[in-house]
């Protein structure tokens, strides 16, 4: 229980004071009590004293009360858990989905469609060298930099939208794979042009600063992108820092945390959050609002520790397992955002790779151009939940901007209810934002693409089949 | 948040880090950073550094899961709440209670017991002025007084074991009534022999000291022996101490939490511990293993709702209103059971009076006859244990000696656990006990006397019926 380590003190001391009393009035086995006397406490054994919960006694200490949350919790977890295997039995099966993964009919297009991703990588590398040799003009270089990213965004999408082979899940897989790799090369253009233009400050003292003449063509080589594409970061840059080794035991402890916590989602996706969707009747576009409502609550829970534990698996584990292999010294992948006390922290600390791309390649360049801050920043969160809209909604083929708006609505409450949402009651607000808000959303958009591949309760129906 | 105070020092330093960072990586509508030079960062925008996660990077500020867990706890019970409702609709009545109440054929009985009892506070006192006068020896004194108790224990339990008449709400009254009677009578004689036979210190300075050999015939009225009996204390002594006047706004203010924590209670009764004792099937004597387990997890968290409003109405709101109607000054009727860190210190805190009581009439004198502080210390928890099974199963005349062995149990829990379980762990385990130990065994009585009043399923009968 770290979290409650400043309050050691003040619960020792007063832990102390009880157990003077608890001696004091004879329920200790230590020695008997000698002051005060003990007849005088016979016969005077009242005073005038206030009750510890009234407003006049001053009493602060509820360290307790948060032991006993913490133990209530997990007992209404452990009975709705209970509750839930008594009522559908063991659901989860780990076959299922690894047979869904090894049926190949499904997952070649989007293998497929990942391979060709190689090419955009190539293409750019290709160009980059040519601007730096000069056989192309800057200007040139960039529109043709653009016209590659412009495809790159187009292909996967049209390839998923009109080839009705690829799978849901292989969908996902390479739309995130295209726009992650996008953005790398957003980044590794513009980066490099920077070189380039040698924008370097006079006063520069680092080291990929200093290297950077001399070892300029060096890095555009396959070597190099590869690296950049497969490290755990969006920005690029020459010379990324390194740790020393491999070290083993990272790699293994990563290993296991994301063995175990996949089969803890497939179990929580498989034994809650399926008979919530195989109950429902009608989709969520479709339902009346009590029924919404609902719904929707019943989905709170297991869609937050799913986010919970995707969160963790992605940004802890995954990204950690990448860095490790790589020797990729910055770890710095998510801040504390639970912590946070307003959305714009949140989603500052959420994840770092991401906004530090914003950041660097977005926020900066408008700033740059003269852009109020305030404009850019509402610009750069616009982009930030369309792409969210984007990544989630297309694969489904149903883009209904429902996550898109969620995002917008709590823009709108950090603008407006932030000003009275101060300290722990603004970290109260983010986490019931997290709690209800753009998850949620992204939830009923699997919910209602689940509905229409199996409409009325089909029994035994897997999440695994319904990615087909 | 009172409870998180000690800890803001070391949050609004983190928090300043985090909003520092985010104003930084430009999320902030302040003014543009300055330090480090922009466009070194866009070159360098990375270093080594660890995941907050990952166990080399020494972070431990972890507030803001506090909070989280306090919304999952709302959120959660929020939900079963709804379901609750629409489940089985809203079953509250208040009026089933007042009706109940009103039907005076249940209710002369116990009225006219409770009336009975004042007959045997009269013969104290008079016992107490024979003694005073020297027309009674003291240990005839001692042996009248306890015939009379002896008297006041079986008249009670003789009238509710065998008149049929009597309600089980009224019987309920009346026992806890005698009860509360026998144990402030005891502590009169008892009290009273001790100011007979002059014990006092020769260095008490105390006012009650001193002037006990002045006044010794004015303490032996009426009137100071029925303030005795009403005032929220067991124990007796001379000159109680006094609060100057009686305050309406406090008297208000315990009235109205004394109202709708009553309101409350019954709608708790009423629409959530109802259903359940109606979807089971059996008495907890007659069922399975498994259905036991289940029907008890069912009742874990209403039952311990119940007991904490009980608990705060009982001993914080009554007895306060009590003691202002009175003017008496001691008002500590708890204390901070919540942050027990043992269960000897949990039983020791959660009802003084009974616990002064203990030590002053029952704890002292074994002492006092050489008997071993742990002898003592078992001996007393036995007789509480023993009296707490004894005020619960005989109105429901139903003695299996549930609530006496979970307090058995839990006594070998706190000897044979009590050194693994130390602070935070300990209050823990603290909680753990009063979720599931007595306070449980007592919801099976209750569930089982309503079995055997209402078989199978019967719709729509109240619990304040099956009291009758």
Redesign the interface.
Known sequence: ???????A???SS??LD??E??QY?????SD?PTEP??????????????????SDSR???????????????I??????F?DNF?QHGFLIDLRKVLEHLMEDHYNWPSVNLILAANMFAIAALLLERCLDKGTLSPSAGHCLHLGNLGLLTLFPAVIILYDTSISTGGAYFSLWTYTVLGLKLYSYQE?NS??RQG???S??T?K??LH?TKKHIEHLTIKDLYYFLLAP?L?Y?RN????PRVRIN?LCKTLIEMVVLTQIIVGVVQQWIEPIFQRSENSFSNMDITTRV?HL??L??PN?FLWLMFS?LFS?SY??FCAELLCF????????W????TL??F???WNIPL??WR??HL??PL?KKRVS??Q??LLVFLMSAALCEYVIALPLHSCRLWIFFMMIFELLVDVYLGDYFK??YG??L???CF?LGPPLAMMTYFHDHYMSHHGQHPPGLSVAECLS
Chains 1, 2 share one sequence.
């Open positions: 229980m770290s979290a409650a380590e400043p309050e003190c003040a619960l007063s832990s009880v157990e009393k608890c009035y004879g329920n200790s086995s008997p006397h003990p007849d005088m406490d016979m016969f005077c054994c009242h005073s005038v004293q206030d009750s510890l919960l009234s009493f602060t200490n509820y360290r307790g009360i948060l032991n006993w949350i913490i133990i209530l919790l007992l209404t977890h452990a009975h709705l209970l008594i980066t920077w070189y924008s370097v400050p006063s520069g680092d990929c600063v950077e970061t920005c840059q990324f820092p390194f740790t990272v609902e609550m019943e709170v829970a937050h963790f802890h990204l950690n010294g910055d770890r710095h992948f998510y801040g504390d639970w912590n946070a006390k714009k922290c989603w500052g600390n906004h530090k950041y660097r926020y900066t700033l801050q305030k850019a920043d300290g722990n970290n109260g983010v986490w019931l709690l």
